[in-house]
């Protein structure tokens, strides 16, 4: 895998807990400039540890780690400045209002005292909040503190964007307002990786995608290639044909298929929907997800 | 489009270790009632105390509010210290310090900062009671010991404290942990009596109590004596090896 001039670059990452097994077991990833690469997998699969070992707070036992030519084990705080992150969980400074986590943020990445005010009111726009500048972090909601983060992250224009789950617990609306914030720095030739357990969003957002199981990536392409891993392209659901009283769904290769499917079952409540990332995504962690019956 | 200009500048360690200290202040600061409740209110009722037990011995009413002094500094220092390390590492509060650029050693040298800004409070100010009671000559030309004892003490209390924080695993065995700490470290230090009143077997064990050479050095001030270089050095060693614990510690948590 050629790595040269990738803001991101992972080679052959190996990572284990002391007496434990490998939680990541030779990742090699590349993530290129107006990328949002997704990452995929079940819990526990590695995705996290991957993200500490390429922000400098995990060392990799071996391989290598690069961020914008750097490697970040060896002077995260450097590469920090240079990083937007959202972690998985993190709370904001509950009687901290918003404005004041923006302006010690901006001092504390290193953003000069003249162009603080300038570069605050430029990730307040982008996340649209500006309603919110004087308002304690205790008084907002998870949403906005989510966009919150997602504007301390912005600061400092960072290259390379590190979003870990930032839509997790959101509303709908929330959550397309992150994506929107997300798209844009996309947009503006960021680097971005994404890890979420929401395949719609990773349908909306990822240019590229990777399977992550038992710290070991399986699969990595577009969605297209992706799709093109299951061998059935159309959903016919018929709602309560099971015995007990569940759905039945068949897989079938095209729309004409399931809509002749469906005149030979007769009456009945039936939707048919193309197959998406969560089909493959089912596919590939092995789950059951659906009870198929063969034509 | 984003401006260049808002893209970081410099790497400045002393502004970065300032604006970090400012973000400290700023949310500790908004519970000011709590730290001063928590924090002075007990020594408080022990120096008053003091004045209404014993208000015809100096000796007396010097020790206890030497005593109260000390335990002023342990509270503000050591505990406020240790619970804000806790919250951060338990609330997440740590993680939002990483993802946004402040490393180990900006955080343990602003959690440092902030201890001994409290501890030099808490001397001044003990300073200036023991002055305004008549409990202590006023002597201008040693405030310059006075903040070194502070600044000493700050840096001893609040490495204990970021290390108990970094290392409990939840806030009651942080506050199981603090306080029988504090308990212990003033039980065997000449904190609310002289030092020579300490049993013979305990005094080694005293010794290595920083409260001990807190104590020692704050009653050499309040009576006009010469400090011990020994307290001196014997705090400096311990704020060293406590320091080198909290970074072991810190590695550790990565590993």
């Known amino acids: 895998m050629s790595t040269a001039g990738h803001p991101v670059s992972c080679v052959g990452l190996q990572f284990a807990y002391r007496g434990r097994p490998p939680v990541t077991n030779g990742v090699s990833l590349t993530i290129g400039r107006g990328e949002i690469f997704c990452l995929l997998g079940p819990n526990g699969a590695g995705k996290t540890t991957l993200i500490r070992q390429i922000t400098g707070d995990l060392r990799p036992a071996s391989g290598t780690v690069e961020v914008l030519g750097v490697d970040p084990a060896k002077n995260p705080s450097r590469i920090k400045r240079r990083l937007g992150i959202i972690p998985q969980t993190v709370s904001l400074f509950e009687n901290l209002s918003v404005r004041g986590h923006l302006e010690c943020f901006a001092a504390i990445k290193g953003i000069a005292s003249a162009a603080r005010a300038g570069a605050i009111a430029e990730v307040v726009a982008a996340c649209a909040i500006d309603p919110l500048l004087d308002r304690p972090a205790r008084a907002l909601s998870g949403g906005q503190q989510r966009s919150v983060l997602v504007a301390l992250a912005l600061l400092g224009d960072p290259d390379v964007l590190i979003l870990d789950e930032p839509t997790v617990g959101l509303d709908p609306l929330a959550r397309r307002d992150i994506w929107r914030a997300v798209e844009a720095q996309r947009r503006r030739g960021k680097a971005i990786l994404l890890t979420t357990h929401h395949l719609e969003e990773a349908e909306r957002l990822a240019t590229r995608l990777a399977f992550i199981d038992k710290g070991t990536i399986t699969h990595q392409g577009t969605q297209a290639e992706f799709l093109a891993m299951l061998d059935f392209r159309v959903k016919l659901t018929e709602r309560g044909a099971a015995d007990d009283g569940g759905d039945v769904v068949h897989l079938l290769g095209s729309l004409d298929e399931a809509r002749t499917l469906a005149a030979t079952r007769g009456a009945g409540d039936f939707s048919i929907s193309a197959a998406n990332l969560e089909d493959v995504y089912v596919h590939l962690a092995g789950g059951a997800a659906m009870a198929v019956t063969p034509l | ?255």
């Open chain 2, 1 to 255: 489009m984003m401006a260049a200009a808002s893209a970081p500048g410099s790497l400045n360690p002393v502004a970065r270790l300032l604006a970090m200290l400012r973000l400290i202040l700023r949310r500790e600061g908004s519970n000011l009632i709590g730290i001063v409740g928590h924090s002075l209110l007990l020594p408080a009722f022990i120096c008053y105390a003091a004045f209404m037990i014993a208000p015809n011995s100096f000796e007396t009413r010097q020790s206890w509010v030497l005593g109260g002094i000390v335990l002023a500094l342990g509270m503000t220092s050591l505990t406020q210290v240790h619970f804000a390390v806790t919250s951060d590492r338990l609330l997440g509060g740590l993680r939002l310090f990483s993802a946004l650029g402040v490393d180990d050693r900006l955080y343990t040298a602003a959690y440092l900062a902030y201890g001994t800004m409290m501890a030099l409070l808490v001397s001044v100010t003990g300073g200036a009671v023991m002055v305004w009671t008549g409990l202590a000559p006023g002597n201008a030309a040693r405030l310059p010991e006075l903040l070194l004892v502070g600044t000493l003490a700050g840096l001893v209390l609040a490495s204990l404290g970021v290390l108990t924080g970094l290392s409990v695993r939840s806030f009651s065995m942080g506050d199981t942990v603090i306080n029988l700490l504090g308990l212990v470290l003033v039980l065997v230090s000449p904190v609310f009596y002289q030092a020579n009143a300490l049993p013979a077997w305990l005094a080694p064990i005293g010794w290595a109590s920083p409260y001990t050479h807190i104590a020692a050095l704050a009653s050499a001030l309040a009576n006009g004596a010469q400090l011990d270089p020994a307290s001196i050095v014997a705090l400096a060693l311990m704020g060293l090896l406590l320091l080198g614990l909290v970074r072991h510690r810190q590695q550790r948590g990565e590993s």
